[in-house]
């Protein structure tokens, strides 16, 4: 397990971030790093599996786990996001950091995600160079991956369809996955990368918990959760009876007598 192979990561994701820079400032929109985000951290992935010695089966498994998850994603926030504007977080933070905020923004966003990006890819570094037989933990791993997966992916596919529908408009996601959890797709995130973290287990790398434990952290103390309700309440109102009706994160049985109060949205799904 070397360390000048963990280094090798944090330039692929560096690299990967300044192309996706240079793209941002013909497009002028910052906000393209967010399809390319999940990119960065299978790029440090393919990193250390050529690394590799040897070349395992369980190399192959894991990632082959990290291409679904970022292909996927990056996948579904491209398709999302294209034809948009600029997203309005980074257009306040543009308004903040000018002028010059292009090549601020190079430092700011692209290589701060970046760096955040190699940090939370460290359980991918021994789990995919350090051959040993997994056992239980690769199973543990497999199956806390898969229901992270489900989690993200079905969420984000349930919410695409409801934004898709126009009598929806003004209303609050509160079905399927919604209904026991304000975010599915955080939760998800948060299981995929905590089941990577369990392939890291068996080579003795129990300190690459550091990884998950940042992308929590992020997800619901900074860019995820706390971020996107900081003004949801005052664009959608009825987003308060949610929030007092379903957990935020990690999934519940919802307080139907809460819930049934939010107005405009069917009881029935």
């Known amino acids: 397990m070397s360390g000048s192979l963990y280094l090798m990561g944090l330039v692929s994701t560096l690299g990967l971030a300044t192309l996706t820079w240079v793209v941002s400032v013909l497009k002028r929109d910052v906000s393209?790093?967010?399809?390319?985000?999940?990119?960065?951290?299978l790029a440090a992935a393919i990193v250390y599996a050529a690394g590799a010695e040897p070349y395992t089966g369980?190399?192959?498994?894991?990632l082959t786990l990290v291409v679904l998850w970022a292909v996927r994603?990056?996948?579904h926030i491209i398709r999302r996001n294209w034809g948009e504007p600029e997203d309005r977080r980074y257009r306040d933070i543009r308004l903040k950091y000018e002028p010059n905020f292009a090549l601020k923004s190079l430092g700011l966003i692209f290589w701060f995600q970046a760096g955040l990006a190699w940090i939370i890819s460290m359980p991918?570094?021994?789990?995919l160079t350090v051959p040993v037989d997994g056992g239980v933990f690769d199973v543990l791993a497999v199956t806390v991956w898969t229901v992270g997966m489900i989690f993200e992916g079905v969420?984000?596919?349930q919410l695409s369809r409801f934004k898709a529908d126009p009598a929806n408009h003004g209303k609050v996601m509160d079905r399927g996955l919604w209904r026991y959890t304000r975010h599915p797709n955080y939760f998800g995130e948060c299981l995929i990368w905590w089941g990577f973290s369990l392939f890291a287990l068996p080579a003795g790398a129990w300190w690459t918990v550091v990884g998950p434990l940042l992308l929590t952290y992020m997800l619901l103390k900074f860019s995820g959760v706390t971020l996107l309700e900081q003004t949801i309440v005052e664009r959608r109102p009825a987003y308060r009876a949610y929030i007092a009706s379903t957990n935020a994160f990690i999934p519940g049985p919802p307080k139907l007598g809460v819930q049934a109060s939010i107005p405009g949205n069917r009881r029935d799904d």
Not at 32 to 41: K, P, Q, T
Not at 124 to 127: D, E, F, K, T
């Open 32 to 41: 393209i790093v967010d399809g390319v985000w999940a990119l960065m951290l």
């Open 58 to 62: 369980r190399t192959t498994l894991i």
């Open 73 to 75: 994603l990056s996948g």
């Open 124 to 127: 991918l570094w021994p789990a």
């Open 155 to 157: 969420g984000d596919w």
